[in-house]
């Protein structure tokens, strides 16, 4: 008598997760940038890598602006008098801006090519500060405690994961120097098993974490998300590829860019399913 559902809408749409691919790739491929000033294999990457990231950058802001009901409030993100430190959201805006002033300047002095010590400087800084974008991305979402599989400490260090994975991988379409591709292949290798590892867990904490959890399992298993996340994610977007890396064929550029190919698209959904799949089983309850 009477029986209804609420079926509720989801604050993070699928936009997101193409923001959080973009961001992570951008914030690795800066660090691969600066790497080239410490490590010979990476520097006829460092221009590339630099223009790769500043313009993923611009994309990814574009796209976190446009994501608001009313873009212009992008601006209280710098005001200081607006900012409640208190807020992770804060932390995360700062982090944003001070990477894409840092990578404005980086961008100016290389392209310049007059002041080596000046770019080695913004180049660290703009690193260290990249690497807190996918660190927040996985905190962001690990903070939110009634969401199944985002609940849990690996979320930021599977964020950094995805985000050096992806950036290897699409690097392998711009290398050319052999030592380079033999750094890269070592990176993904690594790096892929590492997701392998952290995915195995999450899904064996979300199988026996509760009801909520448990029908969280099913859906990404079986069920709606299914297909994203064990098919494309798991299967043909990590294990596949480094199946491949693990080949003969792999180690020459080729089998690496056709391995880059699967990594980008497994990770695209993997974090689409991920992002999803936490919010899901409140779209019925």
């Known amino acids: 008598m009477g029986d209804w559902n609420a079926f509720h809408l989801m604050p993070w749409s699928g936009a997101y997760a193409i923001y959080f691919f973009l961001i992570g790739i951008s914030a690795a491929m800066f660090f691969f940038s600066t790497l080239s000033w410490y490590r010979d294999e990476f ?42 430190f208190t807020s992770p959201l804060a932390w995360g805006s700062l982090a944003l801006i001070s990477f894409g ?35 927040y991305t996985g905190f962001d979402l690990s903070a ?23 950036a290897a991988a699409l690097t392998t379409f711009i290398a050319k120097g052999e030592k380079l591709l033999v750094m890269l292949r070592r990176i993904m290798l690594w790096t892929g098993g590492a997701v392998v590892a952290m995915l195995v867990s999450l899904l064996g904490t979300t199988a026996y974490g509760g009801s909520a959890s448990e029908l969280t399992f099913m859906l990404m298993t079986s069920g709606s998300l299914g297909m994203i996340f064990i098919g494309l994610g798991i299967l043909l977007g990590t294990v596949a590829p480094i199946g491949v890396l693990l080949t003969n064929a792999g180690k020459q550029q080729g089998g690496m860019m056709l391995a880059g190919a699967l990594l980008l698209v497994g990770g695209l959904a993997l974090r689409y399913s991920i992002l999803i799949g936490g919010q899901v089983v409140q779209t019925y309850f």
């Open 101 to 135: 002033l840092v990578s404005i300047a980086y961008f100016y002095v290389i392209h310049k090519k007059q002041n080596e010590v000046l770019a080695k400087k913004l180049a660290v800084i703009g690193a260290l500060i990249g690497l807190g974008l996918p660190i």
């Open 43 to 84: 520097k006829e990457i460092r221009q590339s890598a630099d223009n790769i990231s500043f313009g993923l950058l611009a994309v990814s802001g574009i796209l976190l602006i446009g994501d608001l009901s009313q873009p212009l409030r992008f601006l209280n993100m710098v005001n200081p008098g607006y900012l409640s």
């Open 144 to 166: 939110h405690q009634n969401r199944p599989i985002w609940n849990t400490p690996l979320m930021p260090v599977l964020f950094v994961a995805l985000s050096l994975l992806s």
